[in-house]
C-alpha cells in the first residue's frame, strides 16, 4: 500500500462524492422543471385525503414556498445527512417506502446479474471450443441481445412459460420460476456487452505468443483457457460489469412492471404516474450513489488486480478504457 | 438502456481498418445488402405510409376484431378490428424519427461538450469531465424516464429524454477522439505554420473525429429506437390512437389469446434495430 496508490484512493472518493453530490443537483432541477404543481396535483387531490393543515405540514417541510435555490439547499442539506424526505403519496417516509422493496429488486438484480455472466461465459467458451465456421451463430447472439427491446424478451418468456407451458403463475410474482424468468428477462441484454468483451478478451489472449507457447509445450485446451487465458480476459470484464449496475436499474423499470413485482422499478413507475417528486428524487440519487459506489470500487481495486496499472494513473477510469478498447478490438 | 460501454467500446475503430472499405470492392457481405433492404423499407414506411397499406390505422371494423393473420390482414387485426399492419406502418414515421431526434441532440450537445473539453483542455476539460460523470451515474433509462416525466408525456418529448440520456456517451467519446487528434503530428504542423484555433479545429480535429463519433451516432440511433419504444410501452410517449411500436407490444399484451398484436410490432422493432447495428458494424469496418 504504498503513498501514490492512497494519494490516488483519495482522490478517487473525493470525485465520487462530488458526482454524486451533482447527481442529486441534476436529479432535482431535472425534476423541479415539472410543469404540474405538484402541491395542487396530489396534496390537495381529494383521493389522498390530506387536510389543509397536512399540506400547509408538507409544503412548510419541503419549503415549496421558497425560492427554487433554497428549496435545492435544503433538499441537498437533508440528502447528506441522509433524511430523504416524505413520500406526498403515502405520507410515509421515503426511506420506509424505498427499504420496504429494496430487497426484492436486489434479489432480482443479483440473479439477473447471475444470468447475464452465466450467458456471457457461455458464449465466450463456446466461441473458443467450437471450430471458426460453427462461431458465427455464437458471435452473432450478443449483437442479436442488443438488438431486442427488453419488455418484448419478458412478454415472450411469460407467454410461453407462463401462459401455453404453465411453468408458474403470473399472479404469484415472487415465486422461485417467475423471479427466474424475470432475472433472464433482465439478465439477456446486459449478458451481450459482456459477452463482447470476454469473447474479444479470449480471442487476443489467445493469439498472444504465451498462448502458442503454451499450446506447443502440449496444453490441453481447457487448462490453456481456464489457467492462462481467463485471467487476462476478466479485467475487462469486470469493469463493463461494473458499468451494467445503471443499466440492472433502468431494466428493472420495465421488467418488474411486466413482471408485476414490486420493486425499486416500479416504485419509480407508479410514482412517475402520480407525481410523487419526492420519491422519485431520492430513488434516482440512490441509484447514482451505487453507481458512484460500484465503479469506485472497480476503479480501486483494478491496480490491485493488475500489476500493468499498479502504477495508479491521473484519470484512472479513462485508462481503464483504453485498455477496455485494447484488449476488446484487437 | 443498454449500451454505455459497448457503444463507446464499439465507436473504437479497428486499428489499419478506419472507415469504410474502399470503394470499388466487392459487394456487401449479403446479411448487410439484407439490413439496407430493411432500412430502406422502413424509411419508405415512415415517408410515404400510405402507400404500403390501403387499411386505416385508427379506424376499425368492429367486426373483425382480433382476427389472426392472414392475406387480407398481414398482421391480423387488434380488439376494435384495426389492421395491425396499417397501425405499424403508420406508426414508423413517430417511432424512427423520434430515434433520429434523439441522435441528432446526442451528437451535437455530447459533441460539443467533448470538444470543447477535449480541445481547451484545462480547467474547462475539469469541469466538463465532471458533468459528463454525473450524467453518465444516472442509470440512462431513469435518466430518460425522469426528463419525460418532467416535460409531459409526449412522443417528442421522449425523444428528447433519450436524447439527453445519450448526451454522456457522445461527449466522452468526442473528448477522447479530439485529444487523440490534437496530439498528432499534422495538427502541430498545423499550428506551426500559423493555424489559428478555429481553422485547426474545423480543418483538422473535427473531420477526425467525426468519422467515429458517426459511427456511434448509427448505432446510438439503434440504441435510441429501443429506448423510445420503452418509454412508449410504459405510455410516456403519445396515448393512442397513436401506435408507436413500443404502445402497439403494450396494447397488444393485455391479449394474450392474440399474440401477434405483441409479436408482429416487436418483430418490426427487431428487425429494425439489428438492421441499423449490422449496418454500423459494417461502417465501422469490423465486419
Known amino acids: ?330 | 438502456m443498454s449500451g454505455t460501454v459497448t457503444a463507446v467500446r464499439a465507436a473504437a475503430p479497428a486499428p489499419g481498418r478506419r472507415g469504410p472499405r474502399r470503394r470499388g470492392a466487392a459487394l456487401p457481405p449479403p446479411t448487410v445488402v439484407l439490413s439496407l433492404i430493411v432500412l430502406a423499407v422502413v424509411v419508405a414506411w415512415s415517408l410515404a405510409p400510405g402507400l404500403f397499406t390501403g387499411q386505416d390505422p385508427v379506424a376499425g371494423v368492429t367486426s373483425q376484431k382480433l382476427l389472426g393473420p392472414s392475406a387480407a390482414h398481414w398482421f391480423g387485426t387488434d380488439h376494435l378490428g384495426r389492421d395491425v399492419f396499417a397501425r405499424v406502418v403508420h406508426g414508423t414515421a413517430s417511432s424512427v424519427s423520434s430515434a433520429l431526434v434523439a441522435v441528432v441532440i446526442g451528437v451535437v450537445v455530447g459533441g460539443a461538450v467533448g470538444l470543447l473539453a477535449g480541445f481547451l483542455g484545462g480547467l474547462v476539460d475539469v469541469v466538463l469531465a465532471r458533468v459528463v460523470d454525473v450524467l453518465l451515474a444516472i442509470p440512462s433509462f431513469l435518466l430518460a424516464v425522469i426528463v419525460v416525466s418532467s416535460l409531459g408525456f409526449r412522443t417528442i418529448n421522449a425523444a428528447v429524454a433519450t436524447g439527453v440520456s445519450a448526451v454522456a456517451v457522445f461527449a466522452r467519446v468526442m473528448r477522447s477522439e479530439v485529444i487523440r487528434t490534437r496530439r498528432s503530428v499534422f495538427v502541430e504542423a498545423s499550428f506551426l505554420q500559423g493555424g489559428s484555433r478555429t481553422h485547426v479545429l474545423l480543418r483538422h480535429v473535427l473531420p477526425n473525429a467525426s468519422r467515429t463519433v458517426l459511427a456511434l451516432a448509427v448505432l446510438q440511433f439503434g440504441l435510441s429506437i429501443l429506448v423510445i419504444a420503452g418509454l412508449a410501452f410504459l405510455g410516456y410517449g403519445d396515448p393512442p390512437p397513436a401506435s408507436d411500436w413500443g404502445l402497439l407490444v403494450s396494447a397488444g399484451k393485455d391479449y394474450p389469446t392474440a399474440p401477434w398484436l405483441v409479436y408482429a410490432p416487436a418483430a418490426v422493432t427487431i428487425a429494425t434495430v439489428l438492421s441499423v447495428n449490422r449496418t454500423s458494424r459494417w461502417l465501422r469496418g469490423t465486419g
Open chain 1, 1 to 330: 500500500m504504498d503513498r501514490g496508490y492512497l494519494g490516488f484512493a483519495a482522490r478517487r472518493v473525493g470525485q465520487a462524492l462530488v458526482v454524486v453530490l451533482l447527481a442529486y443537483v441534476v436529479t432535482f432541477v431535472v425534476i423541479s422543471v415539472l410543469p404540474g404543481d405538484p402541491v395542487t396535483n396530489t396534496l390537495r387531490n381529494p383521493e389522498n385525503g390530506f387536510t389543509e393543515a397536512d399540506v400547509a405540514r408538507i409544503v412548510a417541510y419541503y419549503g415549496l414556498d421558497q425560492p427554487v435555490l433554497v428549496q435545492l439547499w435544503e433538499s441537498l442539506s437533508r440528502f447528506a445527512t441522509g433524511d430523504l424526505g416524505v413520500s406526498l403519496r403515502s405520507n410515509l417516509p421515503v426511506s420506509q417506502t424505498i427499504g420496504d422493496v429494496l430487497g426484492s429488486t436486489a434479489v432480482l438484480a443479483a440473479a439477473a446479474l447471475a444470468v447475464a455472466v452465466a450467458l456471457a461465459v457461455l458464449i465466450a467458451f463456446g466461441t473458443q471450443y467450437l471450430p471458426v465456421r460453427a462461431q458465427g451463430v455464437l458471435r452473432a447472439l450478443p449483437s442479436l441481445f442488443l438488438s431486442v427491446p427488453n419488455f418484448v424478451i419478458g412478454l415472450v418468456l411469460i407467454h410461453v412459460f407462463a401462459l401455453q407451458l404453465g411453468l408458474f403463475r403470473v399472479i404469484y410474482p415472487d415465486s422461485a420460476w417467475a423471479t427466474s424468468f424475470a432475472a433472464l428477462a433482465l439478465g439477456i441484454p446486459v449478458s451481450a456487452q459482456l459477452a463482447e468483451v470476454l469473447t474479444a478478451g479470449l480471442d487476443h489472449e489467445s493469439r498472444q505468443e504465451y498462448a502458442s507457447v503454451a499450446r506447443s509445450r502440449g496444453l490441453g485446451r481447457t487448462r490453456l483457457l481456464l489457467r492462462h487465458l481467463l485471467r487476462p480476459s476478466s479485467l475487462p470484464v469486470v469493469t463493463v460489469l461494473a458499468l451494467t449496475v445503471g443499466e440492472l436499474l433502468g431494466g428493472a423499470l420495465i421488467t418488474e412492471t411486466i413482471f408485476g413485482r414490486t420493486g425499486i422499478g416500479s416504485l419509480v413507475e407508479s410514482s412517475v404516474t402520480t407525481q410523487d417528486l419526492p420519491v422519485l428524487q431520492a430513488v434516482v440519487s440512490l441509484a447514482a450513489v451505487v453507481f458512484v459506489v460500484v465503479n469506485l470500487v472497480a476503479d480501486l481495486v483494478h491496480p490491485l488486480l493488475d500489476p500493468r496499472v499498479r502504477k495508479p494513473p491521473t484519470r484512472p477510469s479513462a485508462e481503464r478504457e483504453v485498455l477496455a478498447q485494447e484488449v476488446s478490438t484487437p
